[in-house]
């Protein structure tokens, strides 16, 4: 699939007329040239995630391998407040692939980083999922509660121990070199469980900037670690909460590189060469 651009030129066209000595006239006729622009491939979304050499100052890669299969999921834990994740969002905006960094070191043991990108057959299907993406903090202000067995189990009896898990979301607003649009989006969360006496806590801020341009949106992330309680080294646990702006530094850092390997994306190509032909 792709998309259809338009470019105009003005050729002057000379008609000249003979008799008895006389003169001529001039008339102008407006064409039209069509560019298709296709929709990024599977290997091309890959191939335009960032390189170890492209990363911001101290980011690396964790050598977990990264992403390249939307997995719809939904339901408390999976997707914002609740609702459908990230992959069934795009899959709904009918994505033509997807492709992630998976989990990036920061330099910071409290934080991680990510990349991902998603690519759509077209400018309004991208619009859609940043829409659609945008409004899934706006549904539930007041966050949601849930209760969940912990991701890494802390304790001997692993998966049986039943955390209480609160979440809550908002957005702002993100500035983003190169961009068509973009917001940014907080996911809190903290899981908590009374074992043996004690109550064991952590939390979690995941910021993220959605960056569309043309028919691409990047969604640039940090999480970080923002408390541990009730461990008996819960003092010395690294904790690091991210910001907006700390997102939008990686993205500037980031973004250039990558459109060099997308190229000139639908709804930012704009392309005008009128010519006058006059014989």
């Known amino acids: 699939m792709g998309h259809r651009l338009k470019t105009v030129g003005l050729i002057g066209l000379l008609a000249v007329v003979s008799s008895c000595g006389g ?125 969940g067995t912990e991701p890494e189990p802390v304790y001997n009896d692993g998966p049986s121990a039943i955390w209480h898990y609160r979440e809550s979301s908002s957005i702002g607003s993100a500035r983003v070199a190169g961009a068509d649009e973009a917001f940014s989006k907080l996911t809190e969360e903290t899981r908590s469980i009374n074992y043996a006496g004690r109550t064991f806590e952590y939390g979690s801020l995941d910021v993220e900037v959605y960056v569309r341009v043309g028919d691409l949106v990047f969604d640039f992330g940090l999480k970080g670690q923002t408390k541990v309680s009730g461990f008996s080294d819960s003092a010395s646990a690294p904790l690091n909460r991210p910001s907006v702006n700390d997102v939008m530094a990686a993205a500037d850092a980031m973004l250039p590189a990558l459109l060099k390997r997308t190229g000139a994306r639908p709804g930012q190509l704009q392309v005008s060469d009128p010519t006058t032909v006059v014989d």
Do not use: M
Request: charged share 15%; proline share 6%.
């Open 23 to 147: 003169g001529g006239t001039s008339a102008s006729e407006e064409t039209t040239t069509t560019t298709t622009i296709p929709a990024l491939t599977q290997t091309e979304i890959e191939a335009a995630l960032p390189g170890a050499t492209e990363l911001p100052i101290g980011w690396s890669a964790t050598g977990a391998g990264g992403e390249n299969v939307l997995k719809p999921e939904e339901g408390p834990g999976k997707g914002s407040c609740g609702g459908p994740n990230a992959a069934s969002r795009a899959i709904t905006h009918h994505a033509v692939g997807y492709a992630g960094t998976g989990s990036l070191k920061t330099g910071n043991e409290a934080s991680r980083g990510y990349v991902g990108l998603y690519a759509f057959p077209s400018v309004e299907d991208a619009k859609g999922f940043i829409v659609s993406s945008s409004f899934t903090a706006v549904v539930c202000p007041e966050g949601v509660e849930y209760d």
